[in-house]
Each structure stands twice: as structure tokens, then as C-alpha cells.
């Protein structure tokens, strides 16, 4: 949450992890637009969005998409509310269907209940029976008539104009939005957007509405409009990153495609490489010159660099390898998130090599755990790994802004003296950090290696050197502090009667907070610990932050991975439990209330 | 960008006396067999150094994996030992980054042509003013003498491939030429002057200039002690024209040395100079990244 | 070698009545856009293998990552949709175990030339009998439309290299022509049968062929629908002579349709079989293999 | 131990879980021969190798050289006796030294004492500061002068029969042992040496005798001459993998040198591969064409070739990746072993990719371990990771032969009929084992995808095919039966008693027993355990093996990686301890007496 407690009130400096209050008391909403290729229902739920904010409310638009590459059936997904949103609901309040093509491809990601409304045009063709034979109110509104009768008009913008209203959204919030999204496409577009949009506030009927018409409070806070993969490039580029070498990767390709016109004008360079293998060494090249430098890939091109990601580790040149998770394992699903990259990000290292592995929390977090992770690899001369996942990347909100942190990018350890020995650049200190010179500097030249090494760099295969240098590459990084960052905790009203604390990391972390709300209004004190830093695990922290209480560990993946590390560990109690889940589905607020309540329930009256 | 190597090339040639040869050599011993020919890179390199005049710490040699890709650490200059094939993206990286410094790739057959085959391809194409140096004995030294991808396909002495590789050998300079590559020579480990002047020539021609060197390996490819008898000047001299030099080069016999194709084309720049009209500041800059995102 | 594939090709052959085009496709519907180029690529492979009459079990079709690469799946024969970039070795792999079977490659220019670069060059020298098709739209289409190694340098269309790439282009045919391939051909996808009769031709040639498809992204390189206009016939016709072919091809304009070149060479026989005169079964040659670390 | 006990009756069929005796009581003799490049020390090992051979015994012999690539110094080091050898010895007893040549290299590996017999060649020069300021005795020898008395003399085969003849080696298996080594080099050669050897035994004191001359027996039992590499090549052809695809790496190479022409015998290919990442994915290949099929690397190829073992889990292709590990992290030590590669082999793949890990548990039991991951590669439909190291592979011994297993290679689960619908080759089964077919089969054919997929192989993004898919791929592992090839159990003579066991795996075994059968002679119960099934991990049943003991880990890694693993499976007790080290120098049993013996008395009382 980076430093954005869900009270509104602008934190400074760091996140921490210390307490936060609950969200407010208006739950959100979530609204759904879906159509066929090319009927706009993204573009819809980017003008939802931009209302939302012009509303001064927090939004998280999700999209989906059908198996074709391009121009196939659409899903815009938004959840907003009066208190920042952090993942997705576990049901849909509202659908605004423009028409009903494969539909059913998303039925599992839009769940319809009775307390649903459905927004379907009779010009589009019946409901399909996942709809039809729901419990959810259909409603008839004819989008592509009504756009029909307007110069330009589009079916899409109609439905904006209606779910925007059904959805307690201002007609101006509406009109502002559509005119900031479609401003590249000239005013005419904007104006055939806007009349129909007012054409579908007015279709839609005023006694169905699912809130009361928000009013634009006069003055809106700061908010960000960034996604996930946009605010880990952002993060780069604040931690002083200049160069970037990447090969392109759903869905990591558009931090990449973010980066790049501007990091030129930080006067910085971005690289399409010819492959991962090529991109993992380019930027250890760069970062051996004294170039903050990072990539970003997903699952297949994070295997492909591990040789490279060691090669760091060992020749102790830091560099930052931004992970977006998607369904694994191999190709598996690419457009859809899961966390299951942890163990590889963890473990995927051949021979001991001990490095840095941080989980971003949400979308404004990704910016501060890869500014954070950047400075922690230079000041600790290693590599980084930074999950994030699809769901965070690719996800866009109206949000607070992640601060930017104090600290600068670390200056490297540089020699005190040049001496006339040759220079040590592996020299064993008591921190663990050797001094680290970059081309140019005359006197300290020395060759950067990846086979063992003596002190000054030269192979060895002595055991003492060995040693020496495990030793030392291990120490670096359990001595050094991390500070309050390593996680976010959230505890109930009353620390003191905490009896279940939901553990989990990364993005799950918005799905743990709703769940922890819920089960605090309904008098369930809960504790919340989010990691951050995931290696080197703060056992001791995290142990204290445990304390004594039953424990759920939350996570998106089939194999429970972060409950099996945190194991290995001896981190966790014996009785800790595993709520884990495989993707492609969001791990839902509700399902962890379940499991959490079931926790609770099953050992009323002591462990 | 960052970090303390701010100072000039001039400053630091002015502060420094003229260095000779040996003064580019590291304190480290060499632990290839006696009489390789690496050894007769190692002394060209040193003497394409000093008549160069290349302050030390603005050169920087990185390599992949091999008996040849040992020779960053018996420089003086600024190294980096990689993993096997990687040489190249090292190289790209750090001359991104540091455009002022004097990259060099170095490596061997198997570590450039066989792992490391893609990125040669691509770093042909690219054409960033770097200097790789491959040093080709047609086999695997370090890993005790398996057939390379320059090696015969009939050359049976690797219990690998007992009958031969059965594979056309990979032709380094009608590869690199159909790559693109805009400087592309060959040397003599046994020929230092020669190859010498081959390697000034390379660090001085602005784009990627390929040298490959024939360096033969005592212990696996005995045979090859015989290069010294068989090499000869390059009958091609350097063409100009691609095609033509395709042509040449394909009916070359491999033991032609000197320039074989040289071509004046723009470097690689990676990236692009901020806009010079712009007066911001970098962390102006940045700011303004910021509020692109700030409503 | 194991398994139940010990019928021979004839009586399979014999077992099927004649197969049609449609009958090597499979149910599976294309993800491809609408006027997608892959789609001409698709077609003529059904009518290539139905005019080949090649039995749809005895063809394999394997891939890496990409929108052509999808091409398996749609297919009636045996499939592998493998990881991005190594098609090849997949192929290779498989015909080294199963002479028998036509196996064809198939791929995209981002998957083939870019981070399949290298198998790419190995595979045209070791010059197995195998099919590459590369489907070349000088993007990357799944991805959502980044430059490719055969984009234009100064195409600037992809934000990943708002200023175009800067690289040279990479040149299929020539390199697969440096590298030592025996069949070079290129294809349009929107001209089936002519592509179709190359299909056929690259199949039936025994030893490595490569065909680049053009074969045009609707959605990213929309302008790439004037190539219907300007593809033309070849005008080297099939070079037999490697250094002249390696000359025209350096010349020529990368739109020129058929086969540019082939050589009949020797095909790469993984292994050799076991010794005719040798009347040993397989369990005795175990056993002596056993025995020679027994004392 | 693959079914050889050390009690020398040869036992048939595959290794059991079973209780072994302990060695026999004449402890194994080591000596080791030193000398600069060229001087023919490895040679003189291996004439001593097959002197042991020929007089009965049982020996191992390994293998030290310095950093140049070719014809710098080297030692060979012996360890023989009655009873098989598995592991290196905690000192060295008799060393004959050919000349001083960098010889402080070899200090740590041959290490010295008040008990030490140094023979050294006053020819030579004078022995090193490590070793004349050392306890051990040094006796004069003219090694070089004996030799030049004999036409084609050499200092090595002198020093041969000298050691030969204070290690209590017949002169007749001497003689036998330098026929057999030279038979290649001709005649004279042999004629040459056989005198010198002649004259080195008449040389040596027999007062200084280390052990009594052993009188050959009458009969010698069977006796396999391997090493790990070979015996690992040997398990491959009986388990039916007829193509290999790989790509050469120290210390691999030699197995694919030994496959090559032997899998040409069998009507098979070797391929040397242009990489890594072809090699895994040429074999994906071979084995989705129903021929079986290998391929060996080490950390460093095993990085490269991840995700390509991701695929073949994904498209439930059986494929077997031997990695023979060496000294990491990165390029590492790749002459020296290390245990260091577990984490990659284990967590390594991205996504959740479930497979097999086994361990060789000594040189002999490479050729079971890798038959038996063959087999459950393809009863599994999986990929299977064999960890031996560079301690097993290119070590050579003397012992028993590793048992042919009955178990023919699984047939493939075939398809029980085409049907007309598309084939399904994914369909979720009971036991998880979905049908497959082999290019060839009208009627069956299939896409074989990574890509998530539903049960025909068609691509899907479907939450409910990831699920099955997930569950399946988990659930063939976990329901199979492994029987009791897991692990070899060692007990001593009262199970009952036990108080600690030692826990391993893999080449770390041999020195465990060798401790275990120290402590017990010393009257501590203990018990062994050595994994050769890592995962899936047989947690009830190792749990079962631990009952309620104190448990000592042993392992060759500095991060501890088997023992943070077996936490992460909570199949350790919190009491458990931890005996980790890296390489390059072997684990020696002393050691891992002095650990146990802590922990045993540490606890004198109760836990
Ligand atoms: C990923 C990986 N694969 C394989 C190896 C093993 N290896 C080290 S050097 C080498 C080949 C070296 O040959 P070459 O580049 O021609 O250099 P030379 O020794 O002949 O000078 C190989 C295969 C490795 N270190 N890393
Ligand atoms: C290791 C890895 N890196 C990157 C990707 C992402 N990726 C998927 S397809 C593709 C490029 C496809 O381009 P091309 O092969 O030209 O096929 P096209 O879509 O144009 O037909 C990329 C980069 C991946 N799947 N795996
Ligand atoms: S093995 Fe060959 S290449 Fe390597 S050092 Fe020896 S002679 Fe040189
Ligand atoms: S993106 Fe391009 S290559 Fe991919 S399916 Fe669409 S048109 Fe074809
Ligand atoms: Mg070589
Ligand atoms: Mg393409």
C-alpha cells in the first residue's frame, strides 16, 4: 500500500508497517462492460474510470480478453468506491453487456448474483444461458438504438451513460471522462461520445440505481492513473535507472514500452534485445559500468535468465529483474495472473547464491518496491528480483500516489585507497560489501567473475576462498537493515485480542486487507502481514509480528509456495494454515473470509 | 552517468606516462597449456593497447566461458569473465551504458559461434562501435576437445562425435558478413604483428568490428601447428561492396588473413540524446514523468 | 524405436483412402485476427501434405511461441506447441529418434530469428532432413507489434523503439545461405499455390529446407497488405553455386518469390546403424557393454 | 548403495530400504600420488586402482588437478580395503610425492598426520613448508634415479611399486595392475614399467609397512570398474534411452563420451548439441516420438535448460536430465564437488511445476538412480532430474555392480481406444496418468502444448481446465507407489535403541555410513537415512524412518538446501540440526562423528 493509509489523510516518506485503519463504510462496486471485437467495451471502461476519478473516488479497472489475438470479445472490468480498491470483488453488481459473443468465456470472471443487475441491448441477441438461467435482473436498454439516432453515435458510449448512472456516477464526471479518454480522437468524436453517453443516463431507470449520485467534492486530492507496470517503471526511473535491455513478454511488455521514449529523456537507453539470455547479461554490462540498470520479463523469460540472474550473484554486480507473473508453468496462461514464479524467484539459482527477492503489494507499491529493491541491490552489490503479476501490471487505478522515498541511490563502496597491491575488489569486510570500482577509474581495475575468486578476483578454487566468499556474499545480505519496509502489518481496533493473522505477499496483499475488514466488522480480530521482502526472510520480524496467534497464509498459487518457504524457514507455527489457489481467477476477498472464519470457528476456545 | 568517472579521456592520457606492452599485463598466470596460441592474442592485444595509447581504465575486456575467455584477468584493464556465450550482451550492455570506454569481446569458437551463436548474429546487425575478438582453435579447449562449430565434419578425435560432427562448418566471416557486420578481419595468434595492426584497426573502426583469429590449441589440435606453414595474406583485400565480398568469401579457403570486408555505416547509438533545446534538469525531468500520471 | 509406430508407410498408406486438403485440418478454431497472412500459410500446408499424400500420422508439426506458431493446432497431424524459440530443436530431436516421420518446423520471424536465432543457424548447417517455415511479417504479432529482426531499421511504429531499431535487417536467406542450408525458398502467403508448390518442394528435398513465408500481420503491419503488389518472381532463379547465390541473394530485394537456392549435399544421419554384419540382438549388445566394466 | 551391502554377498534385484551391516574392521588404507604435469600420477592411481582390483579388494580413486587446463600438477588419490570404499578418508596415510610442483595446491585435500608416511624423491627438491613443518614422516626415495637405471624407466612406476608395496599390495597385482593400465601404450612400455615397479617395491622398507600384504584370493566376486559417469551412461541403456542431445560441461562430458559409441551399438544417437537450451528441448523431441531419451549438464546447463523442463512437465513429455554437480553459485569450482544444484533441481522451474528429483546415491547406484528416473519419467509422463556430482561422476572405483532392476521400461499408457472424437490426451484420469500416443498412430494424433490446456490439448485459459490440469499433473506424482527405492535405511545392531539419525542424500551418503558405522563401533546407536527420491517427497514415510530421534542433516551445501527443503515439507523435527558445508572439499566422516557426537552428547538425558 506504499504509504497510502486507506484514511485518505497523504503520508510522507516510506511506507511503514504500522498500523492502518479499516476502509471506509460504503463497499464498492463493481461494474462490468463486455462486447464483442471492436464494440468499445474497454474504451468504456476507461471513460468509467477517468468518471471515477473526476468523481474524486478510487478505482480498479481490470481487463479481460478472449483467446484471439487481437479483436476478439472484451471484458472491462471496475471496482470503485470512496476508499482506495486494491482487487477485485467477489461479485458483479452491474453488467453492461453491448452484445452476448462468448460470453461464457466469462462467466467465471464477472460472478452474477441475485443482488445483480444485467444491462442487455434486445438489438444484440438473447442473454446466453449462463445469464439467462441466473438469479440476476435483466434489464433491456437498446445501446445501438439509441446511438443509432446520434450523429457518430456508438452502442458503447450509450452504455456508459447508463451503467455510469445505475452506478451513482455524475453525468459530468461521466462527460469529463469520456472527453479526457477520447481526446486523441478529435472533437467530434468526443462530442457523438458525450450526447450519447447523456442519451444512456437518461435510458437508465433512476429507481434502479445501485447508489445514490455521488457529487464531485470541490477540490480532489492528488490521485495517481497508473498501472502497475507503468508505476515499476516509474519506480526505475526514480531509483536512478538509466538503462534497460528487455525482450518482450506479456505481461510485462508495456513497463518496456513505458520506459522507453522516457528513460531517453533522462537521457537513458532502452535495448530490445535479441532474447532473455541476451537482456540479463546487457544489463550486469551496464551495472558493471556503474549504470543502475533493470529488465522486466515474465515466467519463460525469467527461467531463461537465471544463468545470468547467478552471474550477478556471484560476480556481485547488482541488478534488478522485475518478474510479472502470469499463469504457469511454462507458457501456461499469459494473459491471466498467478504468483507461482515465487519458488523460481526464490530458488531457481543453481549453487548457493543468495540474492534478493521482493514481492510488490500493489499497483502504486510497485513503484516503491522497485525503487526500494534498485537501491538495495546497489547497496548490497546483487541481484534483485521483483514480483509483480499481471494482475498489478496490467490493471490500471485512480489512486493515492506512492511516495517518493528519502533515500537516494545508494553510492557505491568505494575504495579508500587506491594502494599498489592490486586492487581487492573482493575483499572480505565486516559488512560483507567490497569495495566496487567502475571502468574509468584509474588504478582500480579488476576483472568481475563468475567463477570463484580470491580477493582480488583472480579464479581460485581454494576452500578457504570459497568459504570466504559464501561467507560473505551470504552475510551482506542477512546484516544488513532493511528497515520498517520488509512488510506491511494492519492490525484490528484492539491489537491485544488478535487471534488470526492473514500472511501473504504481493498482490494477494488487496484481497487480505478487504477480508481483514470484513472479518474485523464482524468482530473477528484480525492481524494482516503483507511481505514485501521475501529474501532474505526477516524470520525474527516476522515471527514477533506472528506473535502467538493462529495463522492463514494467503496465496495465488497451486502449489502453496510461499507456505512451503516460509516452512523451510521455520518461520511458521505448526498449526499455520495454507489458503492457496491457482490462478486465473483473482483470489477473492470472500473465499479468504471463509477460510479465515473457518479458521476461527474450528478453534473457538483455544488452540 | 553515475559514479566517479567523470574525468576526461584527455585528463587522464595527461596524467598518465606513456605505457608499454607489459604495463597492460595483470600480475595473473596464464593457466593455458604451453604453446597455445592465446598467448600470441594476448601479447597482440597488449601492444594494440599501448600503440594506441588507451589509458588503461578506460578499456574494458569481457568474455564468456573458455581457455580464450580467460583473458580479461591477465589484463590490467577493466575485465569481466561472464558465462559461456554471453560475451557479447555483456559488452552491448556496458557500451550502452558507457559509450566513452573502449569495449572489447573476447572469447573462443565454441563460446562465440556455438552458445553464443545468436547474439553474434544480432551484435553484427547492431553495429555499436565494440571490437570482438574471437579466438578460433576449431575445438572445445576447456572442455577437454569437443568439435566446435569451425571445426571439420569429418574430425573424429572427440569421443563426442566419434564419426565426426557431420556438419558443415560455420563460416565466421560469411556469417558475420550476411549478418551485416561493417568490420570483419582475420589473424594469427602465430603473426603478432599482424594481427596487431588487425586489432588497431578494429578498435578504431567505429561500429562492430569482428576479428577472428586463428589460435591454434596445442593439446587437442596438435595438428594445428601447421596454420604456421599454410595461412597466407588475404587474397580478397578488403571489398567494399557486400555482395561481392559474399561471393569472395565463400570461396575462401579460412586461412586468408588481413581485412576482409570493411564498411562505413552509422554506429549504433543506443538511445538518443535528450533533446539539446531542452533546458530542464534531470530531476525536472523526472518531474514531469511524474505528473504525466498525477491528475 | 519403442512403441507402437512399427507400420511401415506403405501399408498406412494403403489403409487410408486419399486424403483432401480439409482432412489435415483440425476442429480447433484460429485465434488468428481476420486477415491474418498465417491463414494462407495454414491452407496451403493442408493442400501441400494432401498432394503430398503423406499419411497425417506420419507428419509432425512442431513450433515455439507466437501467432504462427499457433499453426500445430490446427492441424490434423501430430503437434507440438513448444516454448518460444525452439522449434527447431524440437524437430531435431525428433527426427534424430524417428527417421521416419516428415517433420516440419514452423514459426514466426520474432520466434525463428530473434530468440531462435541460433538453432536457426545450426540447423542449416547440420543440414538434417527437416522443413522450416518461417511465417515473416517482420513483427512480432502476439506480443502486440514490436520490431522484429526483419523490420525495417527506421520503423518506429513499436514504443519500445520509438526511433526504429537502428539494426541492420537480418537477412534469412543470406544467412541460412552463410550458415550452410541446402534449400532456400520464399513464399507469399497470399499466393497459396505457389507457396504450395514450394511446400511441396521443401518437403520432398532430403536434407534441411528453409522457406520464408511472407506472410502479412494485419493488425501490426497493416501496410504490409501492398506486398499482394509487390512480391515478384524470382529473378535469380535457383542458384546452385554457393558463392553466386550468396552474391544475388545479397542483391536481392527480399520480395522475390520461389527457389532461390539448392544443393543436393549429403543429409545428416544422426548416429550410424548398428553394424550389418553384427548378428548380435540388442540385449546381447547390452550385455558386452555391461561386461566391459565387469572383471 | 544399489542392493551391493557391505557385507560382500551379492544381492539381486533393485536396493531395498533394508538394514545393512556395518564395514568390515580393517579400515581402508588412502594413498595418494602427486606430481607436475606430465609426471604420470594420475597413471600410478590407476595402476594402483587395478593392483587393489587384482588383490580382491575394493577401492575409489579420486582425482585433483590445479587451475592449468592441460599437463599442470595433479594428484590421484586412492582409498582401498576390504570392504567397499564410498568416501573419501578423513587423512591421508602414505603419500608418494614425484616431485613438489605447486604441491601446497593439493594441502587440503591430503591432509597429513603424526601417521603419515611421505615418500618424496630427493631428485625432486625438498617437500614444501606444509608438509616438512607437518608431523608426518618423510622417507627418501630415488624415484628418478631407479628409473634411469631401466631402459624406458619412468619416476611414476617406481613410485608405484614403492607405494604398492608399504600399502601391502601384492607385487602381483601391481605387475597385473600396470599390464592392464598400459596395454594400449605396447609392450615395451608395459615391460618398462613392470620393472620399475619391481624396483620401487624392492625399494620400500618393509619394516614401514602400513598394512600386511594382502594375498589375492583364490576366486574374486564380480567386481564393476567404473565411475559415476559411466555407471550413470549404463543405467540410461538398461532403462531403454536410446537418443541423448547435449551440449559439453565439466564434469559431464565423460558420460556422454562414454554414451556416444555405446548408443550407436544399440541402433541410438548421441547429439552434441549447440547449446544448452537446444539439448533439453531436442530430447523433448526424442521422447514426445516415443524414443526415450537423456540428457546430462551442470549447474550451469541446468540453469539454460529450465524452461525447457518446464515444458516437457507442462506437455507431460517424459524426459531425464542428469545433472552432475559441481561448485557454485555461477561458473563456480567446475572441477570440485558441491551439493549446491538441490534448489535449482527442486524449485527451479517457474509456475507450479511438479517433477522428479532423485540423487545417486554412490557411483555404482548412478546406473539405478538413473534407470529407475527413466522408467518413472514415462510411467509418470514427466521430467526427471538426476543430481549426481563431480565426487560420483569422475570418481572411479572398484566395487560391487549395481543389480539390473526387473522392471522393464513402463510401456506407455495407451489410448484403449481411438474413438472418433478428438483424441484426448490430456484427460484427467484416477491415477492421473492421461493416455499417450507416439507420432505414427492413426487416429491419435494430438498437440502437445505448454500452453494451459484442456483434456484434446487445446489451448485454454479456462480456470476449471487450469484446475484439473494443476491437480493432475500434482496427483500422478503424488498417488504413485515408489516402493522402497526412496531411501536406503541403515540400522544399527538394535533398531530400538537409536538415538540420532543421520540424514542425507545423495553422494554425501558414503560418508555417513562411514560415520555411522564409526559411531556405532564407539556404542552409539545410530541410524541412516540417504534420500535417493527427493521429489516427490515420501514425507510419511521418511517421518516414519526419523520416528521420534534426534536427526542430523548432512549435506554438501552452504546454504543448507536439503535441510531448509525438508522443513519446507514439515518433515523434520523442530529439534533437527543442520550439518552444511560447500565444497570443494569432500564431506569427511570424521567430521560428521564430531557433529553427531555433539548433538548426541549435548542431549545425554533426553531430548
Ligand atoms: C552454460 C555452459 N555450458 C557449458 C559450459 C562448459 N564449457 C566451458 S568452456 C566451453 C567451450 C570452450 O570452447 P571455446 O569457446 O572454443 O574456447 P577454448 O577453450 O577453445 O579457447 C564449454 C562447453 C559452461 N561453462 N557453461
Ligand atoms: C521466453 C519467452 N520470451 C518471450 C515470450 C513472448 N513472446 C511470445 S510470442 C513472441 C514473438 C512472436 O513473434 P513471431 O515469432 O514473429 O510470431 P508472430 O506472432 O509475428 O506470428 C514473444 C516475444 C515468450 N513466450 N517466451
Ligand atoms: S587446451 Fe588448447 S586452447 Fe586450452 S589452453 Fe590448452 S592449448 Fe590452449
Ligand atoms: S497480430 Fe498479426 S500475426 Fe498475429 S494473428 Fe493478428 S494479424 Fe496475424
Ligand atoms: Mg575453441
Ligand atoms: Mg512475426
Redesign the interface.
Known amino acids: 500500500m506504499s504509504g497510502s493509509p486507506m484514511s485518505g489523510t497523504p503520508r510522507s516518506g516510506a511506507p511503514t508497517s504500522g498500523t492502518r485503519p479499516d476502509p471506509g463504510d460504503s463497499p464498492p462496486l463493481t461494474v462490468a462492460v463486455t462486447g464483442a471485437g471492436g464494440s468499445g467495451a474497454v474504451t468504456a471502461g476507461l471513460i468509467l474510470l477517468e468518471a471515477v476519478?473526476a468523481a474524486g473516488l478510487f478505482g480498479l479497472l481490470r481487463r479481460s480478453a478472449g483467446?484471439?489475438?487481437?479483436?476478439?470479445e472484451s471484458a472491462a472490468l471496475l471496482r470503485f468506491g470512496p476508499a482506495p480498491v486494491h482487487c477485485a470483488g467477489d461479485r458483479c453488481d452491474l453488467l453492461a453487456a453491448l452484445d452476448w459473443a462468448n460470453h461464457e468465456?466469462f462467466a467465471?470472471e464477472i460472478p452474477l448474483d441475485a443482488d445483480s443487475l444485467v444491462l442487455t441491448d434486445p438489438a444484440a441477441g438473447t442473454p446466453p444461458a449462463v445469464v439467462a438461467a441466473g438469479d440476476a435482473a435483466l434489464r433491456e436498454i437498446g445501446f445501438a438504438d439509441s446511438a443509432r439516432e446520434r450523429a457518430g453515435g456508438r452502442p458503447n458510449m450509450v452504455a456508459v451513460g447508463a451503467a455510469g448512472a445505475l452506478a451513482g456516477l455524475p453525468l459530468d464526471a461521466l462527460l469529463d471522462g469520456a472527453a479526457r479518454t477520447l481526446a486523441g480522437k478529435g472533437e467530434a468524436v468526443v462530442a457523438a461520445a458525450r450526447a450519447c453517453i447523456r442519451a444512456g443516463f437518461d435510458l437508465a431507470d433512476p429507481a434502479e440505481r445501485l447508489r445514490k449520485p455521488a457529487s464531485a467534492p470541490a477540490e480532489i486530492p492528488?490521485?495517481?492513473?497508473?498501472n502497475g507496470n507503468?508505476?515499476a517503471g516509474?519506480g526505475a526511473?526514480?531509483a536512478?535507472v538509466?538503462?534497460v535491455?528487455a525482450?518482450?513478454?506479456?505481461p510485462a511488455?508495456e513497463m518496456?514500452?513505458?520506459l522507453?521514449?522516457?528513460?531517453?529523456?533522462?537521457?537513458?537507453?532502452?535495448?530490445?534485445?535479441?532474447?532473455?539470455?541476451?537482456?540479463?547479461?546487457?544489463?550486469?554490462?551496464?551495472?558493471?559500468?556503474?549504470?543502475?540498470?533493470l529488465t522486466a520479463t515474465s515466467?519463460?523469460g525469467?527461467?531463461?535468465m537465471?544463468?545470468?540472474i547467478?552471474?550477478a550473484?556471484?560476480?556481485e554486480t547488482p541488478i534488478v529483474v522485475v518478474d510479472v507473473m502470469r499463469?504457469?508453468?511454462?507458457?501456461?496462461?499469459?494473459?491471466?495472473s498467478?504468483q507461482?514464479?515465487l519458488?523460481?524467484a526464490?530458488?531457481?539459482?543453481?549453487?548457493?547464491?543468495?540474492h534478493l527477492v521482493l514481492a510488490a503489494l500493489d499497483i502504486g507499491d510497485c513503484a516503491h518496491t522497485v525503487a526500494w529493491a534498485t537501491r538495495l541491490a546497489w547497496q548490497l552489490q546483487t541481484a534483485a528480483i521483483v514480483l509483480s503479476d499481471q494482475s498489478l501490471g496490467q490493471s490500471r487505478m485512480v489512486g493515492e500516489?506512492a511516495p517518493v522515498a528519502e533515500e537516494p541511490?545508494a553510492a557505491?563502496q568505494?575504495p579508500t585507497a587506491a594502494g599498489d597491491a592490486?586492487f581487492r575488489r573482493y575483499a572480505v569486510t565486516a559488512d560483507g560489501i567490497s569495495p566496487m570500482s567502475?571502468?574509468?577509474?584509474?588504478?582500480?581495475?579488476?576483472?568481475?567473475?563468475?567463477?570463484?575468486h580470491d580477493p582480488t578476483?583472480?579464479?581460485s578454487?581454494?576452500?578457504?576462498d570459497?568459504?570466504d566468499q559464501?561467507?560473505k556474499r551470504?552475510h551482506k545480505l542477512l546484516a544488513h537493515d532493511y528497515g520498517p519496509h520488509w512488510a506491511e502489518i494492519t492490525e484490528p481496533a484492539d491489537p491485544d485480542a488478535v487471534a488470526l493473522t492473514l500472511l501473504t505477499f504481493g498482490a494477494c496483499r488487496g484481497a487480505v486487507l478487504e477480508a481483514a475488514a470484513r472479518l474485523r466488522a464482524g468482530g473477528h480480530a484480525v492481524r494482516t502481514v503483507a511481505l514485501r521482502l521475501l529474501a532474505p526472510l526477516r524470520r525474527r520480524a516476522l515471527m514477533h509480528a506472528l506473535g502467538d496467534t493462529r495463522v492463514l497464509v494467503v496465496e495465488q498459487?497451486?502449489?502453496a509456495?510461499l507456505f512451503?518457504?516460509l516452512?523451510?524457514?521455520?518461520a511458521l507455527p505448526?498449526h499455520a494454515r495454507s489458503l492457496a489457489r491457482?490462478?486465473?481467477?483473482p483470489l477473492r476477498p470472500g473465499e479468504i473470509v471463509d477460510a479465515a472464519a473457518a479458521l476461527i470457528d474450528a478453534h473457538r476456545g483455544g488452540p | 552517468?553515475?559514479?566517479?568517472?567523470g574525468?576526461s579521456t584527455e585528463q587522464?592520457k595527461a596524467?598518465?606516462p606513456s605505457l608499454r606492452a607489459k604495463d597492460y599485463k595483470?600480475?595473473?598466470k596464464p593457466?593455458w597449456c604451453p604453446g597455445c596460441g592465446h598467448f600470441g592474442v594476448l601479447a597482440a592485444l597488449t601492444k594494440t593497447l599501448a600503440y594506441l595509447e588507451l589509458?588503461?581504465?578506460?578499456?574494458?575486456v569481457?568474455s564468456g566461458i573458455g581457455c580464450s575467455s580467460?583473458l580479461?584477468?591477465y589484463?590490467?584493464?577493466?575485465?569481466?569473465?561472464?558465462?559461456h556465450?554471453?560475451a557479447?550482451?555483456?559488452?552491448?550492455?556496458?557500451?550502452?551504458?558507457?559509450p566513452?570506454?573502449t569495449v572489447i569481446a573476447a572469447g573462443g569458437d565454441g563460446d562465440g559461434f556455438s552458445i553464443g551463436g545468436?547474439?553474434f548474429?544480432?551484435a553484427c546487425r547492431r553495429n555499436q562501435d565494440l571490437t570482438y575478438i574471437v579466438m578460433d582453435n576449431e575445438v572445445y579447449g576447456m572442455t577437454k576437445g569437443q568439435a566446435s562449430p569451425t571445426t571439420q565434419p569429418d574430425w573424429c578425435r572427440s569421443k563426442l562425435t566419434p564419426h565426426g560432427t557431420g556438419m558443415r562448418r560455420f563460416q565466421p566471416a560469411a556469417i558475420a558478413l550476411a549478418a551485416g557486420a561493417s568490420f570483419i578481419a582475420r589473424g594469427f595468434a602465430g603473426d603478432p604483428n599482424g594481427l596487431t595492426r588487425l586489432l588497431a584497426a578494429a578498435i578504431e573502426h567505429p561500429g562492430f568490428a569482428f576479428v577472428q583469429v586463428l589460435s591454434p590449441c596445442r593439446t587437442f589440435r596438435p595438428e594445428q601447428q601447421e596454420w604456421k606453414q599454410l595461412v597466407h595474406a588475404c587474397e580478397l583485400g578488403p571489398a567494399h561492396d557486400a555482395a561481392r565480398a559474399a561471393e569472395l568469401i565463400q570461396r575462401d579457403d579460412g586461412l586468408g588473413l588481413g581485412l576482409l570486408f570493411e564498411q562505413k555505416i552509422p554506429v549504433y547509438a543506443?538511445?538518443?540524446?535528450?533533446d539539446a533545446a531542452d533546458t530542464l534538469t534531470?530531476a525536472e525531468?523526472?518531474a514531469?514523468?511524474?505528473a504525466e500520471?498525477?491528475?
Open positions: 476519478a483467446p484471439q489475438i487481437r479483436g476478439g468465456r467465471e492528488q490521485r495517481w492513473h497508473i507503468e508505476a516509474l526511473l526514480r536512478g538509466r538503462f535491455a525482450y518482450p513478454i506479456t511488455s518496456l514500452e513505458w522507453a521514449p522516457r528513460l531517453e529523456r533522462l537521457g537513458g537507453t532502452l535495448l530490445q534485445a535479441e532474447d532473455e539470455l541476451a537482456s540479463v547479461n546487457m544489463i550486469i554490462g551496464s551495472a558493471f559500468g556503474g549504470v543502475p540498470a515466467g519463460p525469467l527461467s531463461l537465471l544463468e545470468g547467478g552471474l550473484v556471484a560476480s499463469g504457469g508453468p511454462s507458457t501456461g496462461i499469459p494473459t491471466k498467478e507461482s514464479d519458488n523460481a526464490l530458488y531457481g539459482l543453481h549453487g548457493d547464491a543468495p500516489p541511490l557505491l568505494h592490486p567502475v571502468p574509468g577509474e584509474p588504478g582500480l581495475a579488476y576483472t568481475a567473475d563468475g567463477l570463484e578476483g583472480a579464479p578454487s581454494r576452500a578457504a570459497h568459504a559464501l561467507d551470504r498459487s497451486h502449489g509456495q512451503h518457504y516452512h523451510a524457514e521455520q505448526a491457482a490462478g486465473p481467477l | 552517468m553515475t559514479a566517479a568517472h574525468r587522464l596524467s598518465i595483470s600480475d595473473v593457466v589509458p588503461p581504465e578506460q578499456v574494458a569481457v580467460r580479461p584477468a589484463l590490467a584493464v577493466h575485465g569481466f569473465h561472464g558465462v556465450g554471453r557479447l550482451p555483456l559488452a552491448t550492455g556496458l557500451k550502452a551504458a558507457r566513452e570506454l545468436n547474439h548474429l544480432h543506443a538511445g538518443v540524446a535528450a534531470a525531468r523526472l514531469a514523468i511524474e500520471h498525477c491528475r
